[in-house]
């Protein structure tokens, strides 16, 4: 039989796990999941996720580019046609300065991409917030799950999100993670006994016996 926490092979009259001393349950015990799924997976640098990042910031760009030349022509028509009292040139400079702020986002996301550094840290806490999202005419309430991480030189990160607990109940406090630059993902140290894994590049939600995610290609660090 094997250890369900660190997949050592063991005596059939074993009652702890002499490489992580845990407890054995003799009657679970029958086949290892395999001891690849504890640790920082080296399939990241496969050439995969290079060429994603490299995607994506193509796409920021020319969807940036897009909605900015979309910006000046609406408004430059607006401002021709007299819609709600405009004119140009008035209306024309409203439709740069629209057109300039799409493209100072997606410059700041690629800068993002490039500037993230990689490091490791601790999942430290797990919340759950109840909050109300107000509109004109309506309000919302929804629950907010966060996983707070420390990294290893002493600052927090939160991983949040709104009514799912998927994130929340796959890290546990006490996990160690790693934070991977260009991506902006997290990956779980220890990967033993989870039936998912997300998708480190797109953040899809793949079985944990899959070595590709389904919908980008790029490998599953495990």
């Not at 430059?76 to 008035?90: K, V």
């Not at 799409?102 to 917030?129: C, M, N, P």
């Not at 919302?140 to 999100?161: A, C, F, N, P």
Request: one cysteine or more; aromatic letters at 10%; hydrophobic letters at 30%.
């Amino acid at each position: 039989m094997y250890c369900a926490n660190c997949g050592t092979h063991l005596s059939e009259s074993t009652s702890f796990c002499p490489a992580c001393g845990s407890g054995i349950n003799q009657a679970s015990q029958s086949a290892p999941q395999p001891a690849s799924l504890r640790g920082f997976s080296p399939r990241i640098n496969d050439p995969a996720f290079a060429k994603y990042v490299k995607n994506a910031n193509r796409w920021s760009a020319i969807f940036s580019i897009i909605l900015a030349v979309a910006a000046v022509i609406g408004f430059y028509i607006a401002g021709e046609a007299g819609t709600e009292g405009m004119s140009n040139p008035q209306s024309l400079y409203i439709g740069f300065g629209i057109g300039g702020m799409f493209l100072l986002i997606a410059l700041f996301q690629i800068r993002g991409r490039k500037r993230g550094s990689t490091w490791d840290g601790t999942v430290e806490d797990k919340k759950i917030k109840k909050k109300t999202e107000t509109t004109e005419d309506t309000s919302t309430d929804y629950l907010e799950y966060s996983v707070i991480i420390r990294s290893d030189q002493g600052k927090r990160h939160t991983i949040k999100s709104r009514d799912s607990d998927i994130l929340y109940n796959y890290y546990q406090i006490g996990d160690r993670v790693r934070h991977h630059a260009g991506l902006n993902s997290y990956e779980k140290y220890d990967k033993t006994g989870v039936k998912f894994i997300p998708c480190n590049a797109c953040g899809t939600l793949c079985d944990i016996n899959d070595d590709y995610c389904f919908r980008c290609k790029c490998p599953l660090l495990k």
